[in-house]
């Protein structure tokens, strides 16, 4: 197998020491092992047949803004890849140092630093881990952010926005780029920019959005003002099958198009809904060929009601189901530990999120299915609409097999081009919510085209040196490619 090596930066100890002089620093190899991984499954499959990958040659951990700029100050001069990092729970290897260097990890930079009611603004660190940013905006705030990604234990504030993520209630709150109104970022030479801070504004392009999504390639994310809501007030739920995918596919259309935007509306093909609800039907048998629809709302009362009639009204000619499957789903919706037991058990598993309009989402779903079950050696392969939009929605598909150990990397990398080939040759994005990191780098120019000429230039710009993050994104890197993809 080959293992991820990218061309090692030199980090002469004298820098290390210069950097501890600005914040804590580790060295110590096994501290440095972990923060040098994500959950990317192709790494993990490495670490299981014990292959080396890339360590960073120490670990920065600055407790302020100031101090994270100091540290890309430090090592801009010095021309030493900055790699950030936080909770690191990424699946496509976005915070793996290739080039070695410095992980900047921002797990101390963390805390509510204003929570405005009258405007329902809130103020708050990029290290800020999601369970407790929840926890204390409810208890001590009575608000909500709305944003609950399946990773929402291990995942941070800046994670979120430097990947473009979701949370599980997105139809209602939308996206993690939806709920921003600045951000505070720190430039490869150590330089702060303060984005955004108004509802609106036309005063150019909005830079916010040039950050959010860049992976930290183009600038440290130290803080954000984000989107609140009052804590909701009621909850209505529902649940229907239908006799295949494509016709749930057409109530979820009909629902958005209506104007109701329920924060929940998860489709299950009959693969899903049997794995995660088999014999949990409303007659006590089996959900059989069934695709589940599940529909959560929240908020006032007198809103989300009128949601849950139009919900009904559009899914009128499906079975009505029990809504308690929601608890299930509730239960486990956040449960990722299956991922890890699969690949030390000799498998090749993993999960492709892509976005398409309402009109191709049936092509994109058969053609990717197609695509992976055409594989000798694939066990499984299924998909569930994941989030829903007036304009389309994100299919996300789940795929695994048994091919001989010493052909899984071969097999994750094949399975992975026939899908992303037939997802993007029907019109869909390459990512909805993950993001690009290294697994989907070798798509990136082929998806943006000249556009990606446009992010390079901005690269360019922001990090002439090309310290930060590199190797991501399918940029150029002064210490060149890595040897995967």
């Not at 061309?7 to 002469?12: G, I, K, L, N, R």
């Not at 092992?33 to 499954?41: E, F, I, K, Q």
């Not at 990424?90 to 797990?107: E, F, I």
């Not at 993993?350 to 000798?376: C, I, K, N």
Request: charged share 20%.
């Amino acid at each position: 197998m080959s293992p991820l090596r990218g061309t090692v930066a030199d980090v002469p100890d004298a820098l290390l020491d210069r950097l501890a002089g600005e914040c804590a620093v580790e060295r110590a190899p096994e501290a440095i092992a972990t923060a040098s991984r994500d959950w990317w499954p192709l790494a993990m499959i490495w670490d299981d047949d014990g292959t080396a990958i890339t360590p960073a040659a120490a670990v920065a951990t600055p407790a302020s803004h100031e101090q994270v700029a100091a540290v890309a100050r430090v090592c801009d001069e010095a021309r030493i890849p900055l790699t950030v990092a936080a909770g690191r729970s990424g699946v496509c290897g976005a915070s793996m140092p290739v080039h070695g260097g410095v992980v900047l990890d921002l797990t101390a930079l963390t805390g509510i630093v204003d929570v405005d009611d009258t405007s329902l603004v809130l103020d708050v660190r990029a290290g800020t881990f999601g369970t407790p940013l929840e926890a204390s905006l409810r208890a001590d705030h009575a608000v909500t952010l709305g944003h609950w990604p399946q990773s929402i234990d291990l995942s941070t504030v800046g994670g979120w926005l430097a990947c473009r993520s979701a949370g599980q209630l997105s139809t209602r709150y939308g996206k993690i780029e939806d709920m921003v109104l600045g951000l505070d970022v720190v430039l490869a030479d150590g330089r702060t920019v303060h984005t955004g801070g108004a509802p609106r504004a036309a005063v150019g392009p909005d830079l916010t959005q040039l950050f959010v999504g860049s992976e930290g390639t183009l600038g440290i994310i130290t803080g954000a003002r984000l989107r609140v809501h009052p804590s909701p007030a009621a909850e209505v739920r529902a649940a229907f099958r239908f006799p295949d995918f494509v016709a749930g596919l057409g109530a979820c259309r009909r629902i958005l198009r209506r104007g109701a935007t329920p924060a929940v509306v998860r489709l299950y093909d009959p693969v899903e809904a049997d794995r995660h609800f088999g014999g949990a039907d409303d007659g006590g048998g089996s959900t059989g060929d069934a695709t589940m629809l599940l529909v959560l709302d929240e908020g006032d009362p007198a809103l989300i009601d009128g949601v849950l009639r139009v919900v009904h009204e559009e899914c009128a000619d499906a079975r009505a189901d029990d809504p308690a499957l929601l608890d299930t789903w509730l239960a486990n919706r956040n449960d990722v530990s299956a991922l890890r037991r699969y690949i030390e058990q000799g498998a090749v598993v993993d999960t492709m999120e892509v976005a398409a309009r309402w009109s191709t989402l049936p092509e994109v779903y058969d053609a990717v299915l197609g695509a992976l079950r055409a594989f000798d050696g694939l066990a499984v392969a299924s998909a569930h609409l994941s989030h829903a939009y007036t304009d389309g929605g994100c299919l996300y598909f789940t795929f695994g097999g048994f091919p001989p150990k010493d052909q899984r990397e071969d097999f994750y990398r094949r399975t992975w081009d026939a899908a992303m080939a037939a997802a993007v040759a029907h019109g869909a994005a390459l990512s909805h919510h993950h993001g690009i990191g290294l697994n989907r780098a070798r798509y990136a120019r082929a998806a943006l085209g000249t556009g990606h000429d446009v992010l390079i230039a901005a690269k360019t710009a922001l990090d002439p040196h090309g310290i930060l993050n590199p190797g991501k994104l399918g940029l150029p890197s002064p210490w060149g490619d890595p040897a995967w993809p």
